[in-house]
């Protein structure tokens, strides 16, 4: 029988835990207490950091195309045997997957955070970590937006990482915003999402950030344009990406079938 509970089971995995304290430790050490002052270090490893903190937590979002692949089958069946709707299989995809990312996303922070010493102050720490969790968020609704769209699973991690590739392009570390060339700089920035996630990691870090030097020219609107939208703005872009995903995710699981 297809349930609620097969699928809590299915995500319900030790290897979350594992991964979270493993990957918390391999970056709490690389990136041991970070200093502070003039040294470059000072600023390159928070950027670096951060990105990598950013990535992973997308990459995670590949699980989530093996399990959809995995149930596709027993969906179907169970759609015609009416003994679930398309909503109903939606909510129980994407809600036991959120409440694990709370507990697993912060376990990762609070490693990260403190060992590689990031910016001292709660307010700091939460959105550090509430910005990691919105990134969980918007690649698991991403996942079951290019699942639903595809016939395969071969498709689905394609498509998925062509968005991906796309994603950290433009997110403003691989490649500064003052570089790009003036069409692109116009929009396509904007709708990346990892943009936003990124842009506010680096806001919430270095901003007025006493500890570290030169913050002021970097963060400026000639540097990395981290400036032209606030710390505050990024959070709610992000929410309102996830929204946007999530309802795109909801149409497609409802409206596109393939042939199993």
């Known amino acids: 029988m297809f349930s609620y509970n097969d699928i809590y089971l299915h995500c319900y995995n030790h290897m ?11 970056y709490g050490s ?3 207490n970070l200093p502070t002052g003039l040294q470059s270090a000072a600023v390159s490893g928070r950027l670096g950091l951060l990105f990598l903190n950013i990535f992973d937590q997308v990459i995670f979002s590949f699980a989530t195309i093996a399990l959809i692949f995995t149930e596709r089958k027993n969906l179907y069946r169970e759609l ?5 709707t398309p909503t109903g299989y939606w909510l129980s995809v994407w809600i036991p997957q959120a409440l694990i990312f709370i507990p697993v996303t912060l376990l990762l922070a609070i490693i990260v955070y403190f060992m590689s010493t990031l910016r001292n102050g709660f307010q700091y720490f939460i959105t550090y970590y509430f910005i ?17 769209l595809t016939s395969s699973i071969q498709s689905a991690v394609s498509v998925f990482s062509v968005i991906l590739v796309f994603s950290l392009l433009y997110m403003g570390f691989l490649i500064e915003f003052s570089i790009l060339d003036h069409w692109q700089e116009k929009w396509i920035p ?3 999402f990892m943009r936003y996630a990124y842009q506010g990691l680096c806001l919430n870090e270095l901003d007025h950030n006493g500890d570290i ?3 002021d020219y970097l963060l400026s ?18 929410v309102l990406f996830m929204l946007i995903y999530a309802v795109l995710s909801m149409l497609a699981n409802h ?4 042939k199993v």
């Open 213 to 215: 030097s030169n913050t």
């Open 80 to 84: 015609e045997n009416k003994s679930i």
């Open 30 to 32: 690389v990136w041991w």
């Open 16 to 26: 979350y835990v594992y991964r979270s304290l493993f990957l918390g430790l391999l």
């Open 221 to 238: 609107y000639k540097v990395l344009k981290f400036r032209t939208v606030s710390l505050g703005s990024c959070v709610g872009l992000l």
């Open 190 to 192: 904007y709708l990346n």
């Open 132 to 148: 990691l969790l919105m990134v969980n968020y918007n690649g698991m609704f991403i996942a079951i937006l290019t699942s639903s």
């Open 255 to 258: 409206y596109v079938k393939h």
